[in-house]
């Protein structure tokens, strides 16, 4: 019997459904029913509200591998240390194999629960146009801005999107100082969101997918992600994910603030004397 369960309110909220559903076989609340994925077709089941002719194309993984493989040669050493890179590529590699022997094998879908991840991320801007055009270059190559980059403030986490080659780069935080290696997945830009997919096959802990677009409830970027897990795994799941997740909705807060309180200062009468 399928159970679901909510958990934790406020900008982070967990929940898991015991049992998983094929796409097409769950709705959720003002959704439509989801597509079902096609690997022949390089197309992944993203997102409830999407229909078959509207899901974007994603690369296939024999493109996505040598993608991977590419980026090492530039881009990668543009985010991080390059001493992190046999780091980078050896932790795929366990992953992937962590996937396909333990954690996620191939076919057993249906005996696995899911966790259904929402995480409502404090971007700045007046409007939902703002949020977005920061948003462009929060998840770009660009230079953090003041007051989010590490002179202001900190932000652990670090989520960059590879538009030219269709990845995701990451490097999450469950402390300040405590990170995983960098890890990559794939993901598009589509209209005003990006879509993000986790294949058993991709050189990343999770499987499943994530939405980052604008709340449609609230003003603010809400992220949304579903990972596959089995049951007795669930409650570390749910520690990492309410971990990275609170972690950096706090540190964008801090950062947020400290900008808000320099910008009174520097208003302040007598503030350039």
């Given at each position: 019997m399928k159970r679901d369960s909510t958990r934790a309110k406020g900008p982070v909220r967990i929940k898991y459904q015991s049992a998983y559903e094929p796409p097409g076989g769950r709705t959720r609340t003002g959704r439509s029913k989801s597509v079902t994925a096609a690997y022949s077709k390089h197309m992944w089941n993203i997102h409830p509200s999407f229909t078959q002719g509207e899901v974007p194309e994603f690369p296939g993984p024999c493109a996505f591998l040598c993608a991977w493989i590419k980026i090492g040669c530039g881009d990668f050493c543009k985010l991080y240390n390059c001493l992190l890179l046999p780091v980078f590529y050896i932790s795929g590699i366990f992953w992937?194999?962590?996937?396909?022997?333990?954690?996620?094998?191939?076919?057993?879908?249906?005996?696995?629960?899911?966790?259904?991840?929402?995480?409502?991320?404090?971007?700045?801007?007046?409007?939902?146009?703002?949020?977005?055009?920061?948003?462009?270059?929060?998840y770009s190559f660009e230079p953090r801005p003041a007051p989010f980059d590490n002179k202001s403030g900190v932000v652990s986490s670090k989520f960059t999107h590879v538009a030219k080659s269709s990845l995701w780069l990451e490097l999450v935080a469950f402390h300040r100082c405590l990170m995983l290696p960098p890890m990559t997945n794939m993901a598009v830009f589509h209209e005003d969101r990006w879509l993000l997919t986790f294949p058993w096959w991709?050189?990343?802990?999770?499987?499943?997918?994530?939405?980052?677009?604008?709340?449609?409830?609230?003003?603010?970027?809400?992220?949304?992600?579903?990972?596959q897990c089995w049951w007795i795994l669930r409650p570390i799941y749910e520690f990492l994910a309410k971990s990275v997740f609170s972690l950096y909705v706090n540190q964008l807060k801090a950062c947020g603030k400290s900008g808000m309180a320099d910008q009174e200062d520097a208003e302040a009468p007598g503030a350039g004397a």
């Open positions: 992937f194999i962590m996937k396909v022997l333990f954690l996620n094998q191939p076919g057993l879908e249906q005996c696995r629960s899911v966790l259904r991840v929402e995480a409502d991320i404090p971007l700045p801007g007046l409007n939902s146009q703002e949020r977005l055009e920061f948003a462009k270059k929060w991709c050189p990343h802990m999770m499987e499943g997918w994530a939405i980052i677009e604008e709340n449609s409830s609230k003003p603010g970027i809400l992220v949304e992600a579903e990972f």
